[in-house]
């Protein structure tokens, strides 16, 4: 079943809540009416205003369609002979990795959609069908711009000394040394599975690259065989031939020795192809204490879901396909055509296997934040001195949000520690300081988010090595993710017992925090500490409180509290105080924020949303939308912080409401998952995020402008300031303030 209810006016009946879209009906008849009497038209063509309007088509934009446009900014830095040329490569199999996760999850989602008969539509008022046939007429360009571009990188590649070759197109002598490579590393490997009446088709697991071969026994020729031959991944994908500058595929080095791995039979053709299997769930959680055996089986079933994608490479032989297709009971519009003759994620192991430093941007070593760069203070009576606000990957995340959980599972004062944990990664210190926590004798407990998508197994294993150690598990609220990303540590000082916080925007990850863009709060703020205890009393036991006046947390309060600072910033400028609304974000999708923001910008509210990647709001419609811009980031660190600003009447824009959080503007995180926003009070840490939305508002390097149609464009560079892009400007500032490096910390704990 979809898990993020559609607020359409006409499928109310289908909808949980039905207040919400009543609220957006009511006001896309007041729009609608604003348009049609601006445009002074006869009354049939007020009438097909209406309609039209209430379908929701001229005020929302696609979701689908908005991320296939994120996907082609990327490709975009893929294009953008400015980028290096490793880079290039990476930026190129991010778009290939995240068309996987697209099918996966939205294709896949949509397609169960129209199989179970469900009819609700998108914001813009397309049905399932209608959407999936808008998908499939999006892709072919974006394939073909896939293959354009991994072959012009194959070009360029040349050009600086790496040449992609066939084997074909070897010197025998070059052969021979492949030939040898192969019978000694990887035939070995290699396991053909064929099918006949004793060999049943084999599985294919999600993902997973394989080569469809067709055989005849020379004794009964007139009956063709299938075998698969699965495509290792335990090995190098590219081979370097004898020391030269070519590299072949390991894909193209079985393809020329297939006939070895069937003596006697005779190969009469083959063909490259590779499964996409649907990752969006329909269960439905009754009982928390089985939540752990639910998602386990979940992960087992997944192996097994439906196809919702056959990659076809180059076919030798039309009996393959023909074969397959019947095999995996898939139609013709199930099958597209791969860009090359490998997995094109493949280009980010090729990356690293040449390690070019010239064709990488600059290495970075994330500095030491100022606040913590005093070592003779503890990080304890660092926060005690103001509250510190970090900005990762520009300042440290090891040596701040780690330093904290590592120095509170190691300090005697320390009586308790309370995490929440949605990716944290292999080999976490986080896992580890918890673990030495507990076993110290501190009172630990830890939210483990079973449900974190492709994440489920190795939070699993995490969940049972932390209560092996005596931390106390708990999976969090019966129907919601935790995507909040809060820390609470409990210590003892000497008159009296004080809280410390750490909220942030991103997961208590290492290695995402160093090309993850995201924010987080060290504080000991009272108002802050105070209600985050309230909040994990929530998490852990039954608590219902409500009345959270500093903390902003979904499902509680977010939602409303999001409408209402909007509605304020509307009733301000209807007065004549100032207002402006700025929030980055990643996502953007729920109809009544949307249609508060509409409303805001007809009283003349300055509206200004930095969105990675699919807004379903449109900005600069006449009468509805004129002051509201869309923009969107783009560059070496992925862009992940979540930043609230609200003017609320304030002459000075740093006396303005500030916040931080978990959450983007979407239904599913204002509604269906828990989420933690913090309110930003000290000075220094508003003037440090003011400067930021500033630099990211004005960039003219990485960033795009949403047009009206939802289309979107590179900003026009009107001035030479911070030529090289927003993230480039944000990493000098950082080593202009502090010296002090990530790398000079580790240098240090050597010696």
């Known amino acids: 079943m979809a898990k993020d209810p559609v607020k359409d006016d006409k499928n109310v009946k289908d909808l949980k809540d039905s207040k919400s879209a009543k609220s957006g009906k009511s006001f896309q008849n007041k729009t609608t009416a604003k348009i049609t009497q601006k445009k002074n038209i006869r009354k049939k063509k007020k009438i097909k205003v209406v309609e039209h309007t209430r379908s929701s088509g001229l005020i929302f934009s696609n979701r689908e369609l908005g991320w296939l ?50 009819s609700a539509k998108s914001s813009d008022g397309q049905t399932p069908e209608m959407q999936l046939q808008m998908i499939m007429k999006k892709l072919p360009s974006m394939l073909k711009r896939q293959k354009e571009s991994s072959e012009i990188l194959i070009k360029e590649l040349k050009k600086e000394g790496c040449e992609i070759v066939a084997y074909k197109d070897l010197k025998d002598s070059e052969k021979k040394f492949v030939k040898d490579f192969f019978n000694l590393n990887i035939f070995p490997i290699l396991t053909p599975l064929s099918v006949d009446p004793g060999h049943p088709f084999p ?8 080569l469809g071969v067709s055989l005849i026994n020379p004794n009964n020729d007139d009956e063709k065989l299938f075998a698969r031959v699965k495509i290792p991944r335990v090995i190098n994908q590219w081979v370097s031939v004898d020391g030269s500058k070519k590299v072949v595929h390991l894909i193209d080095i079985i393809q020329a020795h297939l006939q070895e791995l069937f003596p006697s039979m005779k190969v009469t053709g083959n063909v490259l192809f590779r499964v996409s299997r649907n990752a969006d769930s329909d269960r439905e959680e009754e009982d928390v204490e089985d939540l752990l055996a639910m998602i386990e089986e979940e992960l087992r079933q997944r192996r097994f879901a439906e196809i919702v994608r056959l990659e076809l490479g180059h076919c030798s032989d039309p009996w393959l396909k023909e074969f397959l297709l019947s095999q995996l009971e898939l139609k013709e519009e199930d099958v597209f055509t791969m860009p090359q003759e490998f997995d094109l994620t493949d280009f980010t192991l090729l990356a690293q296997m040449l390690n070019w430093d010239k064709h990488k941007y600059p290495s970075w070593s994330p500095v030491v934040p100022a606040h913590l760069s005093d070592t003779t203070l503890t990080i304890f009576d660092a926060i005690k001195r103001q509250d510190i606000l970090l900005h990762h990957p520009f300042e440290s995340f090891s040596s701040s949000v780690e330093r904290l959980i590592r120095d509170a599972a190691a300090d005697p004062d320390v009586l308790a520690i309370k995490m929440t944990l949605y990716r944290t990664g292999d080999n976490s210190p986080f896992i580890k300081a918890l673990i030495e926590a507990a076993e110290l004798g501190k009172q630990v407990v830890c939210l483990i ?13 995490w969940a049972q090595e932390l209560e092996n150690a ?5 999976y969090g609220v019966v129907g919601l993710k935790t995507h909040a990303k809060t820390s609470l540590i409990v210590r003892r000082e000497s008159d009296r017992v004080r809280c410390y916080a750490h909220i942030g925007t991103g997961n208590y990850n290492s290695s995402t925090s160093r090309f993850y ?19 994990f009393n929530y998490l852990t036991g039954k608590s219902l409180k409500q009345d959270y006046q500093h903390l902003i947390l979904a499902p509680v309060n977010m939602f409303n509290k999001m409408k209402e600072f909007i509605q304020r910033e509307r009733d301000h400028a209807k007065a004549g105080r100032p207002s402006l609304i700025i929030a980055k974000f990643n996502n953007m999708e729920e109809n009544d924020i949307s249609l508060a923001l509409y409303e805001a910008s007809q009283n003349k509210v300055p509206i200004n949303l930095i969105v990675r990647g699919f807004c379903c709001i449109k900005p600069h419609i006449k009468g509805v939308s004129e002051s509201i811009n869309v923009q969107s980031t783009l560059g070496r660190f992925l862009e992940h912080s979540r930043v609230f600003y609200f003017r609320n009447g304030k002459e000075n824009p740093l006396d303005g409401d500030f916040f931080i959080g978990s959450a983007d503007w979407m239904y599913r995180n204002l509604h269906a998952r828990v989420e933690a926003i913090t309110p930003i009070y000290d000075k220094v840490a508003k003037e440090k995020l003011w400067s930021m939305l500033q630099l990211y508002w ?35 500032l950082a080593s202009v303030q502090q010296h002090y490096t990530e790398d000079d910390l580790v240098k240090e704990e050597r010696e």
């Open 69 to 118: 446009n994120f996907n082609l900014r990327v490709l975009a830095e893929v294009e953008d002979a400015n980028n290096p040329l490793l880079e290039r490569l990476k930026f190129l199999s991010i778009s290939s990795s995240n068309l996987d996760e697209f099918f996966m999850k939205r294709v896949g989602g949509l397609k169960r959609h129209v199989a179970y008969g469900i």
């Open 203 to 210: 599985f294919i697991s999600n993902l997973s690259t394989s």
């Open 449 to 461: 988010e079973l449900k974190a998508r492709f994440d489920e197994e190795r939070n699993i294993y």
């Open 470 to 474: 005596g931390v106390h598990v708990v």
């Open 517 to 535: 863009t995201d924010l987080g709060l060290l504080t000991c703020d009272e108002r802050i500490t105070g209600e985050l205890v309230e909040f």
């Open 698 to 732: 004005n960039d003219t390097k990485q960033t795009w402008i949403m047009r009206a149609d939802g289309a979107y464009e590179k900003k026009t560079k009107n001035h030479a300031e911070h030529a090289n892009g927003v993230q480039s400007e944000l990493m000098r």
